[in-house]
Nanobody, 114 residues
């Protein structure tokens, strides 16, 4: 079993910042990549950012320059620093881990509103 513990969501005003964290634990033998997806109401789940164990990073275009993904491989933890948040960033954010299988967190709500 693999457990993903997410934290850091909440309500923030436009232009504000939040930092999401996701710690993986359990029967993890080899993590190949960790990342974040999000799903807004009425929309499909989309990739936000992903980082491989080797350090390669991809962002969806709409967050480039505003969001930064990082990982602590020793702690099996991935972070998402979100700056200059916009109302359209409002969504449930899901941690995603690629190991011997694919694993999802339970999701954390991020709401950007004045």
């Amino acid at each position: 079993q693999v457990q993903l513990a997410e934290s850091g969501g909440g309500l923030v005003q436009p232009g504000g910042s939040l930092r999401l964290s996701c710690a993986a634990s359990g029967s993890i033998f080899s993590i190949n990549a960790m990342g974040w997806y999000r799903q807004a109401p009425g929309k499909e789940r989309e990739l936000v950012a992903i980082i491989t164990r080797g350090g390669s990073i991809n962002y969806t275009a709409s967050v480039k320059g505003r969001f930064t993904i990082s990982a602590d491989n020793a702690k099996n933890t991935v972070y998402l620093q979100m700056n200059s948040l916009k109302p359209e960033d409002t969504a449930v954010y899901y941690c995603y881990v690629v190991a011997l299988g694919n694993y999802w967190g339970q999701g954390t709500q991020v709401t950007v509103s004045s």
